[in-house]
């Protein structure tokens, strides 16, 4: 299917363990995004990938880690995941060149106890 | 700081009827401006994008003004539909980096019959 998946939609954890969601794209976008968004607040820019194994810091990096070997895949990591990683997380694309619009996934609702 | 500020925060209207949603920002230097739609439950969908040169942007039934003097963006939606019940975030980017886009905390909209 054309488009951009996340998994898994959701996910519960415990703090201090490692989390992994996995974001998927089928266009070959060059850009990927990924945000939180933490209820009644909008979206906040976590890490940014400009093209494979290029990758920036958004407004709330810490506590994640991101990596890009692939165009089409942009994993992001908690590594040692705490209460106030619980969040709904979204992956996004953008068609820079074509209709210069972003495109989301379903999200990822991850709870940490 | 760049800022972007959405009101009303909610919004209740009786299906069939219009409505105006708003936004105001102050980013700089300012690239465009961007309207989602995002669904309960699903991730933010494009409604609209505007330059600076571009006031006006229509898509349906949903259309889009920019006043970039007074640096304001208004969302008209006419004869709504149940469908159009959702929340409608305003974004705005700076310069050409891709990272440099500010979410506003959007406006929820329930449209009841």
């Known amino acids: 299917d054309a488009g951009i998946t996340q998994s898994p939609r959701y996910k519960i954890t415990e703090t201090g363990r490692q989390v992994t969601l996995m974001c998927h794209q089928t266009w070959s976008h060059s850009y990927m995004f990924w945000y939180r968004q933490d209820l009644g607040h909008g979206l906040r820019l976590i890490y940014y990938s400009a093209a494979a194994d290029i990758t920036d810091k958004g407004e709330v990096p810490d506590g994640y880690v991101v990596s890009r070997s692939k165009t089409e895949n942009f994993p992001l990591t908690l590594e040692s995941a705490t209460r106030s990683q619980t969040s709904v997380y979204f992956c996004?694309?953008?068609?820079?060149?074509?209709?210069?619009?972003?495109?989301f996934g379903p999200g990822t609702r991850l709870t940490v106890l | 700081k760049n800022q972007v500020e959405q009101s009303p925060q909610s919004l209740i209207i009786l299906e069939g009827k219009n409505c105006t949603l708003q936004c105001n920002y102050t980013v700089s230097p300012f690239s465009n401006l961007r309207w989602y739609k995002q669904d309960t439950g699903r991730g933010p969908v494009s409604l609209t994008i505007?330059?600076?040169?571009?006031n006006t942007k229509s898509n349906g039934r949903y259309t889009a003004t920019l006043d970039a003097d007074t640096k304001q963006s208004s969302l008209h939606i006419t004869a709504s539909q149940l469908s159009d019940s959702a929340s409608y975030i305003c974004?705005?980017?700076?310069?050409?980096?891709?990272?440099?886009?500010?979410f506003g905390d959007g406006t929820t909209l329930t449209v009841k019959p």
């Open positions: 996004a694309s953008w068609d820079r060149g074509n209709t210069d619009t972003q495109y």
């Open positions: 974004v705005v980017s700076a310069g050409t980096n891709a990272g440099k886009s500010t």
């Open positions: 505007m330059t600076f040169s571009e």
